[in-house]
């Protein structure tokens, strides 16, 4: 089925309202004779027909939701898709006429739409969720107080769900994603990103301090050469594993006591440090 009726985003409301405005809006016979032609030669003519009637439908439902702070186009955009769907779905033969079926289609896909790009956070998984997400601003205004004081028990007893459930939606609802490359004034170079600090540590510091800890790590692999084996694997248990073992655990591994292994490691610490000290110049 052909995307030639979706709005480009770069083409104004008036002007995609001009277009759309020029297609007839069908009778119930000619809605049901080209419903019959696609559901059952697959006309795909007819169903571009279908859909370019309903498209100013469309509008009208996403115009509903413009409070939620996305552009008009887009949710009609979404809508459209919902039409689309709804007309490859539509069964003529059940009496009602395509757009009371395509409606639901047509908010599913806005509503999806919404949630999905609301924030990067998930903020609604389940139907009950959804519905609460779209509920809840209409409930609110609805049963303000006079002072504009919200009630939120009031609330969730309307809308048939707990107090946690409201309050948790709200403070969902509260906290947009607020793009890095939005522009801080209209017409402006600066966006939001050239300002936030670059918190990370200087480049050169860090490959420095990279070069120097490898070559540390080659100059100990060295002293540990010049150790005897026992020495060698006493270092290692004691001071390089990740997980070092208590004086008693090795001494009980040789047999040996608590204060000769301490002498062992005592040796072999002053062999590296000696292997590690700088010759002095002649």
Sequence with gaps: MSTAFLPAV?????HYMQQINRFDVLTRQQEYELAQRY????DLEAAHRLICANLRFVVKIANEYRGYGFKLLDLIQEGNIGLMLAVKKYHPERGIRLISYA?????????NYIIRCWSLVKIGTTQAQKKLFF???????????????EDPSLIADHLEVSDAEVEEMALRMSGRDASLNVELSEGSDY????????????QEEILAEKQE?????????AALKVLNPRER??????????????????????GISRERVRQVEANAMRKMREHLRPVAPA
């Design 10 to 14: 770069h083409d104004g409301l008036d």
């Design 213 to 221: 800890s490898r070559v540390r790590a080659g100059q100990v692999r």
């Design 233 to 254: 694997r006493i270092i290692h248990e004691r001071i390089l594993s990740d997980a070092p073992r208590t004086l008693q655990e090795i001494a009980d591994e040789y």
């Design 39 to 42: 559901r059952r030669r697959g």
């Design 191 to 202: 966006t939001l990103l050239d300002i936030l600090a670059d918190e990370r540590g200087n």
């Design 135 to 149: 509920k809840l601003s209409q409930t609110r205004a609805l049963l303000a107080g006079r002072d504009g004081r």
């Design 103 to 111: 409606v639901w289609w047509i908010r599913a896909y806005i509503h």
